[in-house]
């Protein structure tokens, strides 16, 4: 059955000077190449790239890598004790038995195989609806800032990006082919990023509307299996929910908390309150929960739209009527989910109070074959225009991998200290987990800040690594009181500082 949308129109390089026969060989050339192959092998470059520029792990790439050793070394039952969602930890382990790597490198090699596989199905699915907007695809996909900036860093969303964008994939070939097998894989690929970030279980609701809007003709006429199908599909989501918190998988009850209508109220009353409190006047008072909502969900969309670049252009071109049913119409489950993405945004938002950028990437994941297929019509209606973005486009892309920020290597010089003066996790303070990672003592965060460790709970500790200068205030009362001793202090040469202080009689 042909589709119901219109793709997009050719798209060509028009410069002057230009002569056919080159232009010719150009497209040739192009035409023997897969656009797929070429943005896995891009990716997984752009990937080693990244990583070189940033030796020093994140603290969370540092605690799943530490997660991994502890079920290889211990057990599964020592990895959930540690982590309630340990899934990725888990894979981390797997590839390390199978290939025999050291942790980090296993763990980078399954994050570089998900981010190409991210960016393979994003292509793929743009090859799907438009073929001769692949290419264009390829440097999209290479280029978005919103996870391409995360490439380097070994996270649990590059396994929630890769699912996700599989399902878009799949729901791309749905609307194409009207095949149910592939709703089912969806379905299956929906899961699976489950595993990874269990909030992927809100894909199950437009996978359900998409199949209402592909199918709203034959509604007219017998809507029941439809809407049964989409009542089972949400139902199982829940009831998912629901039997991973009778196995008392914490993380399942706080999400089951988060979709209860009346505990967020509770939260958004108690900021409405704060604020109406510190801020407005009495008259306005019953205006400040929607303040409050209106005012995150604006963070939320310019969030979004900061992190499409250069690319925010074509988009927002794209939104006019006459353009709007071609470029988002062909993505119609990307368009679902994006929207409704936005609302579980809000939601957590509102209920933790804090959000980070790559929260957001899944948005850009979800829309970005309509973000090409807007460049693609934006290149035919302005040229020139266009040359600059795909300039800026490149230079965007370089951007997102190579950093000029100057790396942390007192972190290993810190942690090799500890090593060699045979410095415990007993009674020993690190103001960052990454050094006792590093020293190999394990990931461990501390309940305290360094204020508090040197001042109302410095009786728990006898030595202090901390990220302070003999400048500092605190640190100067303690040396001058003799409190303290200081043992060593290093520094990356850029203001970036880390101290080891210690009791007079710390190694008696």
Known sequence: MKPR????????????????SKENASLNLLSKMSPVWVVIVGSVVLSFIAQSFEPVLGRDSAFYVDNAQAFVEDGAQSLLDRFSWPWFSAMIGVVHRLLGLSYETSAYVLVFALSAG???????????????????????????PAFNEYRS??????????????????????????????????????????LFRLEAL????????????????????NSLPVVLSIIALLLAGVALLWALDALEMSRAERYLGYINPIRFWHALDGIAATLADSTLRYSSRELAPLIIASGFLAAILVNVLKLMG???????????????????????????????????????????????????????????????????RFRTAYPGMTRWI???????????????????????????WVKEHGIGLERTYFHDARIPYYSGLGYREEDVDSKAALTTDMDRYDVFVVSLTAAHPLVKTKLASGELVLLAEFDNGHDRHMMILARP???Q
């Open 310 to 376: 250069v690319y925010l252009v074509p988009f927002v071109w794209a939104l006019h009527r006459e353009r709007r049913e071609t470029i988002f119409g062909s993505n119609v489950f990307g368009v679902i989910a994006a929207s409704a993405y936005i609302l579980v945004l809000l939601v957590f938002f509102i209920q933790s109070r804090f959000t980070l950028d790559r929260y957001t990437a899944l948005i850009h994941i979800l829309l970005l074959p309509s973000l090409v297929l807007a460049l693609a």
């Open 390 to 416: 795909l300039l800026v486009a490149v230079l965007m892309g370089v951007g997102n991998v190579m950093s000029s920020s100057p790396k942390r290597t007192h972190f290993f010089i810190a942690a090799e």
């Open 153 to 194: 860093a070994l996270l649990r969303e590059h396994g929630y990006w890769f699912f996700s964008s599989l399902c878009v994939l799949l729901m791309a070939r749905y609307q194409l082919a009207r095949g149910r097998y592939q709703v089912a894989g969806a379905v299956v690929a929906v899961f699976a990023a489950g």
């Open 505 to 507: 009689d710390w190694n």
């Open 202 to 221: 809100y894909l199950l609701a437009p996978i359900g509307g998409c199949v209402v809007w592909m199918h709203r003709q034959k509604l007219k006429e």
């Open 118 to 144: 991210t960016c393979a199905c994003l292509v793929r699915t743009v090859q799907e609806i438009s073929p001769r907007a692949a290419w264009l695809g390829v440097l999209v996909v290479l280029s978005i």
């Open 5 to 20: 949308f219109r793709t997009c129109r050719s798209w060509r390089i028009q410069g002057k000077g230009v002569s056919a």
